[in-house]
């Protein structure tokens, strides 16, 4: 692409922001997001002076463009790039530094006055997922003195946002032993304090029959699982897409009266309506929508069913 035609589409995208990127207590936003922008495959996400651009199709040539757009705009600390593993290169041909040193990283970013753990190092996502922003602060908002289930926690900022909205329990549920550390630095980085309890690592489908068998109740449940839930050998059933049916079904169990649960939608082989229809008809209880949130500004869509949807969901009192 024409370097010119770079800089026009980053400077409108940057425009369309102005808002966002003016507001006080936010230093982490998507500054460009090229599936609506001009580049599909493409997007630009910037964490507290780390400007990271993600790139799916092969955009090699224009990014010394790129970065030098950002840096003289924003004049950040880092600049990296990282393209995708699609593209069939090794890690370290697809990872660059532009500007500074992952070294001089400040560790975190702040959305909305709250802190959260990033990692420039890693290849994937950061550690802070900037599209549900919305969900966060709803969590801030409606969590007080009730008991959440975090599920599919990965760093824990959903289930963070509701201990900071005065949640009197949080129990964090994810696979991976290695995401630990990064939940305890989330809670340290907002003076929260850490219970060893507050995390369970293991398999969803193995913890959420015991947990149902041992009667626990939560009034709040997140679920936020992966377009793709991989199989288990705890499942009753393969699980098929985010696996909705099998997952509330459980889920619904736990459900103390007036609770909510809070369910994201990934995919888009289901219209939003029919995603909560699935829920509903799996909870086995007449589950009723409360509110629908989605993404920022940051992420625009032409086609709102092409957004992140949240939905949630209360159970009756
Ligand atoms: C996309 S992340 C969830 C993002 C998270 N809710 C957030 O807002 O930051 C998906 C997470 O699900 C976890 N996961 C995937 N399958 C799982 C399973 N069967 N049981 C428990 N955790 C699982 C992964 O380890 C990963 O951390």
């Given at each position: ?35 609506d ?64 040193s992952l ?23 950061l ?78 489908y ?35 897409g ?12 736990l ?8 369910c ?54």
């Amino acid at each position: 692409m024409h370097d010119s035609t770079w800089t026009q589409k980053l400077e409108s995208a940057i425009n369309a922001r102005q808002t966002l990127l003016e507001s006080p207590h936010t230093d982490c936003y998507r500054i460009y997001h090229g599936y609506d922008e001009g580049f599909p495959g493409v997007v630009i996400e910037a964490f507290n002076g780390v400007f990271v651009i993600d790139y799916k199709k092969d955009i090699e040539p224009d990014l010394s463009t790129i970065s030098h757009y950002i840096d003289e705009r924003f004049n950040p600390r880092i600049i990296i790039s990282k393209g995708h593993q699609t593209l069939g290169k090794k890690l370290k041909d697809r990872f660059q530094v532009h500007k500074g040193s992952l070294e001089e990283s400040p560790g975190y970013c702040h959305e909305e006055g709250v802190k959260f753990d990033i990692r420039v190092e890693t290849p994937h996502n950061l550690g802070l997922y900037l599209d549900t922003r919305d969900a966060r602060r709803w969590l801030r908002n409606h969590s007080k003195n009730r008991r959440i289930l975090n599920l599919f926690a990965f760093t824990g900022s959903l289930g963070v946002s509701a201990a900071l909205g005065g949640a009197k329990d949080v129990i964090h549920l994810d696979r991976s032993a290695e995401l630990l550390p990064r939940l305890q630095k989330n809670y340290a980085l907002n003076s929260l304090t850490w219970d060893q309890r507050s995390f369970l690592r293991g398999d969803i489908y193995k913890h959420l029959p015991r947990a149902i068998q041992s009667g626990q109740r939560f009034d709040g449940i997140i679920l936020d699982p992966p377009p793709k839930v991989y199989g288990s050998p705890y499942a009753k059933e393969r699980p098929r897409g985010q696996d909705f049916s099998q997952l509330v079904q459980l889920c619904s169990q736990l459900l103390s009266p007036d609770a909510w649960l809070m369910c994201f939608f990934h995919r888009f082989d289901k219209s939003w309506s029919e995603s909560e229809e699935e829920v509903n008809v799996a909870s086995g209880i007449d589950l009723h929508v409360e509110e629908r949130l989605t993404s920022g500004i940051d992420f625009p869509e032409s086609n709102p069913e092409r957004k992140l949807r949240v939905s949630i969901l209360r159970k009756p009192s």
